[in-house]
C-alpha cells in the first residue's frame, strides 16, 4: 500500500472516531486495529492528520471511545514488549501506537477530570474470559512504563541482537539481561556496539513517547511546597522497572560520548547527515527529567539490595528511591568522572568552536539541558563535584558559561539560561578550589563582545560579570547579588587582578554607591557591602600580587571617601531620589573606559521580536540561596548560620543574619511605607547601614599609601602609571592594615525554592525545544506561561 492511502485510510479512520457518537467496543479489532496495524506514517504525519480540536472533541463528546483507543494502543505496546516485536509488521505497530499516544497525551493531561485516567485499571476490557484478577490489575500508566522501558531493550528493534544462530530463537524478554545491551560505552560498561540508524530513530519515538508521559507535570500550576513528586517519573525510576539502572547508563553514556564534529575531522558532519544529535537530544530531556528531585526536603529512604553494579559506589548510606537520583549520586570512579566532565565539557564548547572554525563542526543547540544536567551532577554527587574542582578541567566549562551568558545578556527570551549558567558559577564558588583555579591565565581566544584584556581567567569573570551588569537588560536586575556573590567567594583566592578587571570592579562600586541608587530600593546597599567585603579579602589576603587594584582605588579614592560621608538627614535623601527621576538609566556606563571589543565579535543582540519564551517562577534571595560559613585556620569551614543573631564580622547589615521574616519587619520599620504601599528611605534606615559599611581596612590603605604616591609623583614630576605600579608591587602594609577578618564564604544550599525554579525551567525548555513534531504547542499548560518578547 504507497504511503498516501496508508494516510488516507488513517485520517478516515480518525473522522470514524471524531463522528461516532455510540461507544465503540474494545473487542471490534477491525475498527481499532485501522489506528495502527495497516498504516505507515511518521509522526509528523500523525501531527497533521489528528488535530487537536478532533481530539478536544472526542474527549468531550465521546469520552469512552478517546479511553479505549488509549487502552488499545497501550495494549498494543505491552503485546509488542512480550513478543519482542519479532516481525516488522509488529514493529510497525508499535511505532504507530508509540506516535498516536504522543500526539493524544497532551490532551489528556489538559483536562483535570482525566488526570486520574491513567492511574486508574480498566476493568476487564478486552481480557477475554478474564483470566486476570481486577485487583491485581496494573493501572495503565504502569503497564505503559514497564512496555517503553522493555522495549527500549527490544533486540533487533532497539539494540543490536547478540543471536547467533540465524534460527529464529528469539531472546526471550523476559530472560534478557539489559545490562548485555547498554547503548554506549562509558559509566560501568566498555564495549562501544556499532552505530545503527535504524535502532536510533526508534529508540528516539520511544524516549519522545516516554517524556510525553512525564510532561504531566507541565499541566500543574507551580505549587509552592513543590514537594508533588511526579508519579510518572516515581514509578519509571523505582525497583517497579529492572531496566532501570540499564537505562540510566545508556542515556548518560549516549550524551557523554556524543561527538557532534563527526569523529574528530573538521567539516565531516557535512558529508553525512548525523542522525545521532536527535537521540543524544532526547536522551538528555528524558535523564534531566527523571532526575527532576527536591533534594532539600526529600529524607532518604532505603533502597533494596539489587543496585551492586560495581560503576556504583555501595559504601554510602542508601540514597533517595528514585534510582536514577541514586545512580547518579553513587557514581565514583575516577574514569567514570573523567568520562562525564571530558564529555560535557566538549558538548558546552561547540557553539565556541564555531566562531572561530566557522562550519567545522555541527553546532549542537542542547547546551541548556546540558547545563541542567551539569547542575544535577554537582549537586547531587559531592565527588563529582570535587572531581570537577581538582584540576583546571573546570575551567573547560567555565569558560562556556561566561560565553553563554556574555552573549544572552541583551536577550529576554534567554533570561533563563542566564540564571542557569549563574546558578552553577554560584555552586562552584563555594569551594576554595574554584577560586584557586580561576588564576590560570586565559589564553583562549573565543571571540566575545567584551574588552581585550590580558590575564586569567578571574579577569574574564571579573569583565563578563561587568558587561552582564552595565549593558544586559532589565530583567537580570535579581541576578546582580549572586554575581557579586561569586566576586566575593573568589576574593580571597585572586592572585593578580589585570588593570581591565580592577578597573571594571571600581566602575561597579561607582555605580553602584551613588545616592540615587543606594537610597531607590531597600536591597541595593548590599552590592556595596559586596563589592567592598571583596576588595578587603584582596588587600588583607592577596595584597601582593594585586598592584593593579590598589592602584585602581587610589585612583578612585573619591567614591570610598563619599560613601564615608553619606549624606543621611532627609532633605538630602530627598534631593537624591528627584535626581533619579530625572534620570532613571538602570546604571551609567560613563567612566568605564570600555576599550575595543575583541576581534571577530559579535555584540549580544536583543530576542527578535515575537520570539516565544517561557516564564519562570521567582528565584529564592541570596540568603535563601546560600548559607554562611568561615573558613578557619586550616582552611575547613564552619557554618555562621546557627549562631549569628548579631551582626558578623565583616559588618555586612545584621539584616542578613535574622530569620528573612524578622529582617524584612527590621527593615519596614527603620523605613517608612506611604499608602500606596510604595519603599521610602528614613534616616534612620540610611543610617542603620551606613554605620556598617567595611571601610577600615580600605580607608587605613589610603592614609598609608596615598600620601606617598602623590609624593612620588611630585618628586619625579610623573602622570606615568607604570612608575607608581612599580613602587605599590614592592610596597608592604604588613602591620599597617587592621587585624584580618576571617574569611566568610556564602555557599549554596539546596532548598525547595530553586528545586521549583528548575523544574519550571527545564520544562520550558523542552516545551519550546519540541517544535518537530510540536508536542506540546497549544495545548493548556498550567507550570508556565507561553510568551512573546
Not at 561587568?466 to 532589565?474: A, R
Given at each position: 500500500m504507497g504511503s498516501a492511502d496508508s494516510k488516507l485510510n488513517f485520517r478516515k479512520a480518525v473522522i470514524q472516531l471524531t463522528t461516532k457518537t455510540q461507544p465503540v467496543e474494545a473487542t471490534d479489532d477491525a475498527f481499532w486495529d485501522q489506528f495502527w496495524a495497516d498504516t505507515a506514517t511518521s509522526v509528523q504525519d500523525v501531527f497533521a492528520l489528528v488535530p487537536a480540536a478532533e481530539i478536544r472533541a472526542v474527549r468531550e463528546e465521546s469520552p469512552s471511545n478517546l479511553a479505549t483507543l488509549c487502552y488499545k494502543a497501550v495494549e498494543k505496546l505491552v503485546q509488542g514488549a512480550e513478543s519482542s516485536c519479532h516481525s516488522e509488521k509488529e514493529k510497525q505497530i508499535v511505532l504507530n501506537c508509540s506516535r498516536l499516544l504522543t500526539r493524544v497525551l497532551p490532551y489528556i493531561f489538559e483536562d483535570p477530570d482525566w488526570r486520574g485516567f491513567f492511574w486508574s485499571t480498566v476493568p476487564g476490557a478486552g481480557r477475554a474470559g478474564g483470566e486476570d484478577d481486577d485487583e491485581n490489575a496494573r493501572p495503565l500508566a504502569e503497564s505503559l512504563l514497564l512496555a517503553i522501558a522493555d522495549l527500549l531493550f527490544c533486540p533487533d528493534f532497539t539494540v543490536q541482537s547478540h543471536r547467533r544462530s540465524t534460527v529464529d530463537s528469539a531472546e526471550d524478554v523476559h530472560s534478557l539481561d539489559s545490562c548485555e545491551y547498554i547503548w554506549e560505552a562509558g559509566v560501568g560498561f566498555a564495549h562501544s556496539p556499532q552505530p545503527n540508524y535504524i535502532h536510533d530513530v526508534n529508540r528516539m519515538e520511544l524516549l519522545k513517547l516516554l517524556l510525553t508521559c512525564f510532561s504531566e507535570a507541565m499541566y500543574l500550576p507551580p505549587a509552592p511546597d513543590s514537594g508533588g513528586t511526579n508519579p510518572w517519573v516515581q514509578f519509571f525510576c523505582s525497583t517497579e522497572n529492572r531496566h532501570a539502572l540499564p537505562l540510566f547508563t545508556s542515556l548518560l553514556n549516549t550524551v557523554c560520548a556524543y561527538d557532534p564534529v563527526g569523529y574528530g575531522i573538521p567539516y565531516n558532519h557535512l558529508l553525512f547527515s548525523d542522525y545521532r544529535e536527535p537521540l543524544v537530544e532526547e536522551a538528555a530531556q528524558v535523564l534531566i527529567v527523571t532526575l527532576d528531585h527536591d533534594s532539600a526536603t526529600s529524607a532518604s529512604p532505603t533502597v533494596d539490595g539489587t543496585t551492586t553494579g560495581t560503576a556504583m559506589d555501595d559504601t554510602d548510606p542508601p540514597g533517595p528511591e528514585n534510582l536514577f537520583v541514586n545512580y547518579l549520586s553513587r557514581i565514583h570512579r575516577e574514569e567514570d568522572f573523567q568520562f562525564i566532565l571530558k564529555g560535557i565539557a566538549r558538548l558546552l564548547s561547540n557553539p565556541l568552536l564555531q566562531t572561530y572554525l566557522p562550519n567545522s563542526t555541527k553546532k549542537i543547540q542542547f547546551h541548556q539541558e546540558l547545563l541542567v544536567l551539569f547542575w544535577k551532577l554537582c549537586d547531587f554527587n559531592k565527588k563529582f563535584l570535587f572531581f570537577v574542582l581538582k584540576s583546571s578541567d573546570v575551567l573547560d566549562i567555565l569558560?562556556?558559561?561566561?560565553?553563554?551568558?556574555?552573549?544572552?545578556?541583551?536577550?529576554?527570551?534567554?533570561?533563563?539560561?542566564?540564571?542557569?549558567?549563574?546558578?552553577?558559577?554560584?555552586?562552584?564558588?563555594?569551594?576554595?578550589?574554584?577560586?584557586?583555579?580561576?588564576?590560570?591565565?586565559?589564553?583562549?581566544?573565543?571571540?566575545?563582545?567584551?574588552?581585550?584584556?590580558?590575564?586569567?581567567?578571574?579577569?574574564?569573570?571579573?569583565?563578563?560579570?561587568?558587561?552582564?551588569?552595565?549593558?544586559?537588560?532589565?530583567?537580570?536586575?535579581?541576578?546582580?547579588?549572586?554575581?557579586?556573590?561569586?566576586?566575593?567567594?573568589?576574593?580571597?583566592?585572586?592572585?593578580?587582578?589585570?588593570?581591565?578587571?580592577?578597573?571594571?570592579?571600581?566602575?561597579?562600586?561607582?555605580?553602584?554607591?551613588?545616592?540615587w541608587f543606594l537610597f531607590s530600593a531597600a536591597q541595593n546597599h548590599h552590592l556595596v557591602f559586596f563589592l567592598l567585603e571583596a576588595f578587603n579579602n584582596i588587600i588583607q589576603y592577596q595584597f601582593d600580587g594585586n598592584s593593579n587594584l590598589v592602584y585602581a582605588i587610589i585612583r578612585k579614592r573619591s567614591v570610598f571617601h563619599q560613601l564615608a560621608n553619606l549624606p543621611t538627614d532627609p532633605p538630602a535623601i530627598h534631593k537624591a531620589l528627584q535626581r533619579r527621576r530625572r534620570a532613571p538609566e538602570p546604571l551609567s556606563r560613563t567612566g568605564s573606559q570600555e576599550g575595543a571589543s575583541m576581534e571577530g565579535s559579535r555584540p549580544a543582540a536583543p530576542a527578535e521580536p515575537g520570539t516565544l519564551k517561557t516564564s519562570l517562577v521567582a528565584t529564592p534571595g541570596i540568603d535563601k540561596l546560600t548559607e554562611k560559613s568561615q573558613v578557619s585556620e586550616d582552611g575547613t569551614l564552619r557554618s555562621l548560620e546557627s549562631t549569628s543573631q548579631q551582626s558578623s564580622a565583616d559588618g555586612s547589615p545584621a539584616m542578613e543574619d535574622q530569620e528573612p521574616e524578622q529582617a524584612w519587619r527590621e527593615q519596614r520599620r527603620l523605613s517608612s511605607a506611604s499608602a500606596s504601599g510604595q519603599w521610602s528611605p528614613t534616616s534612620e534606615w540610611v543610617l542603620s547601614w551606613k554605620s556598617k559599611l567595611p571601610l577600615q581596612t580600605i580607608m587605613r590603605l589610603l592614609q598609608v599609601l596615598v600620601p606617598q604616591v602623590e609624593k612620588i609623583c611630585i618628586d619625579k614630576g610623573l602622570t606615568d602609571e607604570s612608575e607608581i605600579l612599580r613602587f605599590l608591587q614592592h610596597g608592604t602594609l604588613v602591620g599597617l592594615l587592621p587585624v584580618p577578618h576571617p574569611i566568610l564564604i556564602r555557599k549554596y544550599q539546596a532548598n525547595s525554592g530553586t528545586a521549583m525554579w528548575f523544574r519550571t525551567y527545564m520544562w520550558g525548555v523542552i516545551y519550546l525545544r519540541n517544535v518537530d513534531p510540536p508536542v506540546w504547542y497549544d495545548t493548556d499548560v498550567k507550570l508556565f506561561e507561553i510568551q512573546r518578547v
Open positions: 569558560v562556556p558559561i561566561l560565553y553563554f551568558l556574555n552573549d544572552a545578556r541583551a536577550d529576554q527570551s534567554r533570561v533563563g539560561l542566564m540564571h542557569i549558567g549563574v546558578f552553577i558559577l554560584l555552586l562552584l564558588s563555594g569551594e576554595r578550589n574554584f577560586g584557586v583555579r580561576l588564576n590560570k591565565p586565559y589564553s583562549v581566544r573565543v571571540p566575545m563582545d567584551i574588552p581585550v584584556f590580558t590575564g586569567t581567567h578571574a579577569d574574564l569573570l571579573i569583565v563578563v560579570f561587568h558587561k552582564i551588569i552595565t549593558s544586559g537588560h532589565q530583567r537580570l536586575q535579581p541576578l546582580f547579588d549572586c554575581l557579586l556573590t561569586i566576586v566575593v567567594n573568589v576574593s580571597p583566592y585572586l592572585k593578580s587582578l589585570s588593570m581591565v578587571a580592577a578597573n571594571k570592579l571600581l566602575h561597579l562600586l561607582e555605580a553602584f554607591s551613588t545616592t
